[in-house]
């Protein structure tokens, strides 16, 4: 059976850091999804990562995947307050989740 | 272009009732479509998925079901609720390597 594991589950950061979240998965997979969840509301996609070696920008967030370790990364440069949410990853394998990352960035 | 739609947004229901979760897309043909549930501050546990007209694949043995009586129509339902089918009911839908697309989500709460 498929299994997706993230963490940290709970990150509390200060504004201005870096910080790297993990997302370990069990079996073979060429796509792996990054999504973004705020309090209360539904799921945004935020990377799509179809190969390995692959790599995604946006803004201050960077994923990037080795499907060699079946390791995705998802890294937070200079984090700002409205980076605060829950990202998830997700495997492609009909789309199994991570347990989520709650990211609290403090002033 | 394409949207989802999910309703209700909330649903208050008692244990033992029906329950009946409906999400449609536009803009797209033949999706793979998915039923979720979140529990609070919980991840996403898969609940069904659709990969065609009347091809429904369960994940979790439970008192749920789901039907897709049309290409574009998902319906999640159950005859008698638990207190334990509380939570955010989410549906999405993707073709090819896209990424998930989810509906607004439905949170449900059973007195």
């Known amino acids: 059976e498929l299994k997706v594991e993230q963490n940290p589950l709970f990150l509390s950061m200060q504004e201005g850091k870096n910080y790297t979240i993990y997302c370990n998965y069990s079996?073979?997979?060429?796509?792996l999804y990054w999504y973004r969840q705020d309090p209360g509301k539904s799921l945004e996609s935020l990377f799509v990562l179809l190969s390995n070696g692959a790599v995604k920008q946006e803004g201050r967030l960077m994923a990037s995947l080795d499907t060699k370790a079946r390791l995705s990364t998802l890294h937070i440069t200079a984090a700002v307050h409205d980076l605060s949410a829950t990202y998830f990853c997700?495997?492609?394998?009909?789309?199994?989740f991570g347990a989520g990352t709650r990211l609290t960035v403090k002033p | 272009s394409q949207t989802i739609h999910q309703w209700p947004a909330t649903l208050v229901q008692p244990v033992g009732s029906p329950l009946s979760l409906e999400c449609t897309v536009e803009g797209t043909s033949n999706p793979n479509l998915y039923w979720y549930r979140q529990a609070a501050g919980r991840g996403l546990q898969l609940l069904f998925y659709s990969v065609g007209i009347g091809q429904i694949s369960s994940e979790v043995p439970q008192n749920l079901s789901a039907s897709r009586p049309q290409d574009r129509q998902f319906i999640l339902s159950s005859k008698k609720l638990l207190l334990s089918d509380s939570g955010f009911y989410l549906c999405a839908w993707t073709t090819g390597n896209q990424p998930q697309h989810f509906g607004d989500g439905t949170r449900l709460s059973i007195l």
């Open positions: 079996t073979t997979s060429d796509r």
């Open positions: 997700a495997v492609r394998s009909n789309m199994r």
